[in-house]
């Protein structure tokens, strides 16, 4: 059994900065894919960001030069910085891994909101 567990949404203001984290625990060897979704009611969930094996990761065009994915292999941990955040990032933010049998597994998600 493999759980996610994210954590570091909140309220913040536009132009403001938040750091997503995302604990990865369970029975699994090995990740083989990465990432972030987010989803807004009433419209599917959309990727923000994803990393495929060793390869590089790809972003959202609305998310690029603003968010950063980063990982802590130690720790089982995947981040995601995200920096001059505007009223349309608004979302449940949702942790995604593939394990290395390409199984995939989702967190519980953690809402993030923009707004002053």
């Known amino acids: 059994q493999v759980q996610l567990v994210e954590s570091g949404g909140g309220l913040v203001q536009p132009g403001g900065s938040l750091r997503l984290s995302c604990v990865v625990s369970?029975?699994?060897?090995?990740?083989?894919?990465r990432g972030w979704y987010r989803q807004v009611p009433g419209k599917q969930r959309e990727l923000v960001a994803l990393?495929?094996?060793?390869?590089?990761?790809n972003y959202a065009d609305s998310v690029k030069g603003r968010f950063t994915m980063s990982s802590d292999n130690a720790k089982n941990t995947v981040y995601l910085e995200m920096f001059g955040l505007k009223p349309e990032d608004t979302a449940v933010y949702y942790c995604?891994?593939?394990?290395?049998?390409?199984?995939?597994?989702w967190g519980q998600g953690t809402q993030v909101t923009v707004s002053s």
């Open positions: 995604y891994i593939q394990d290395w049998r390409r199984n995939p597994y």
């Open positions: 990393s495929i094996s060793a390869g590089s990761t």
């Open positions: 369970g029975s699994f060897l090995r990740i083989y894919a």
